[in-house]
């Protein structure tokens, strides 16, 4: 798991790092708080704490972890989940609340919920949006991320449930001709302008900009067998198999149904044979994930408990441990 994990920070870095280079004039805050990244994080932080040793010398440091780990869960699950309820709650807040009783802790105003998202949300169903900046919410459904945190349990197990329903009910968007699309929707017209520059190769509906990608069949797939859902997967990889082989393996599909193969894809790849295959072996063997999925944490989910419960209880240490670890 640990290399596994290394290996995916190691390439939303680079793309990250890439996307940048190529468009130094974008604020990194356009990447910096993707979903994709905090569960990426998260994880990292499952994986460290697993391999410190229990000495004396390394306890400060597990504290610090755990209380990385609370204060992380905390945030994304009460910050950027979205779903009819909240949507509905969003819509009638009031804005320049500046208390530690505010509702509206980062003051969005109501105005900035777009209007393809009224129509979309299901009424069952829910997801973590993309992104979270005081007077600005990214409430675009970002799949990476929303996989990772149902299979390290960042998000709760009834967030989780909600993450799978929300792909059945939009399965003609997130799915239809090709599992699974990396985003939804695609940034258009002027804002695509804006956002990357006019990349040639991020147009709407492709590549980046919510193109399809067979190889997120598996994420999908480790996520759905978590949550004992596996009909989900399986549905999505008979989707996959009616053109996947046909058309050489593609790196990703274009068009906001996955028509086309993309214009600048690649063929015969490595990483959508590999997705296929994962997917495949796992629904045959579904206990062979295991190795991939965290459980949640019984004692996180009380100090949660308690979080919630006390929100006057939560004050950032500005201690300093100067103190060596042994790992």
């Known amino acids: ?56 010398g390394s306890a400060e440091l597990l504290r610090a972890l755990n209380s990385r780990l609370l204060a992380l869960s905390f945030h994304i699950r009460e910050y950027y989940w979205i779903d009819m309820r909240k949507l ?12 530690l009783d505010a509702v509206n802790k980062f ?6 919920i777009p209007p393809w998202l009224v129509e979309w949300m299901p009424e069952k169903g829910g997801y973590l949006i993309g992104n979270l900046q005081p007077a600005h919410m990214d409430f675009r459904f970002f799949s990476l991320g929303n996989f990772w945190s149902i299979v390290n349990s960042l998000a709760t197990s009834d967030q989780s449930h909600a993450i ?25 017209d002027q804002e695509w ?10 147009t709407p509906w492709s590549y980046h900009n919510a193109g399809s990608w067979p190889t997120l069949l598996w994420q999908l ?78 004692e996180l989910v009380n100090a949660l408990s308690y979080f919630s419960a006390n929100p006057k209880s939560r004050k950032r240490s500005r201690k300093r441990v100067k103190q060596s670890y042994i790992v």
């Open 193 to 202: 302008r804006i956002v990357t520059g006019g990349d040639p190769k991020n």
């Open 164 to 188: 799978l329903d929300l792909v059945e009910a939009k399965w003609a968007d997130l799915v239809a001709n090709m599992p699974f699309k990396i985003c939804y929707p695609a940034l258009e």
């Open 107 to 112: 003051n969005i105003y109501p105005d900035q």
């Open 88 to 99: 509905n709650e969003i819509y009638r807040y009031k804005t320049e609340e500046y208390s």
């Open 1 to 56: 798991m640990q290399s596994l994990f290394l290996h995916d920070c190691y390439i939303i870095s680079s793309s990250i790092s890439m996307q940048y280079k190529k468009f130094p004039f974008i604020s990194p805050q356009v990447f910096k708080h993707l979903p994709l990244l905090k569960a990426l994080f998260y994880s990292a932080l499952l994986c460290a704490r697993e391999m410190l040793t229990p000495e004396d």
């Open 221 to 298: 797939t480790v996520a759905c067998i978590k949550m004992n859902r596996p009909e989900i997967a399986e549905k999505a990889v008979k989707v996959a198999e009616q053109r996947l082989s046909r058309d050489h393996w593609p790196e990703y599909y274009d068009t906001k149904g996955a028509r086309f193969i993309g214009k600048q894809s690649r063929l015969f790849q490595t990483w959508s044979i590999a997705g296929y295959l994962v997917a495949k072996l796992l629904l045959a063997q579904p206990k062979k994930a295991k190795i991939l999925i965290n459980e949640e944490d019984l």
